[in-house]
């Protein structure tokens, strides 16, 4: 895979957490750094497939407000 270099501004006790984290773990900065970019790459894919998994829900059982929601919950306790 191909690497671009990159500048990136960070407040100076962030980069010493980052660094110690990165030696403990024998790893370096920008390893730290491309797998913590990796991770939140993830999570935001991750994000919008709950948030179209549950736009397609709303619309199946035709859930126009919240009060629709409140009461499917009460229906399912019951």
């Not at 500048?7 to 920008?30: F, G, Y």
């Amino acid at each position: 895979m191909r690497t671009r270099t990159i500048n990136l501004s960070l407040p100076e006790e962030m980069l010493k957490k980052i660094d110690q984290v990165a030696r403990d773990s024998q790893s370096t900065r920008s390893e730290f750094i491309r797998e913590a970019a990796r991770r939140q790459l993830e999570i935001l894919k991750n994000w919008e497939r709950l948030c179209a998994y549950g736009a397609s829900l709303g619309r199946k059982l035709d859930i126009k407000s919240e009060d629709d929601v409140e009461r499917l919950i009460d229906e399912g306790r019951k």
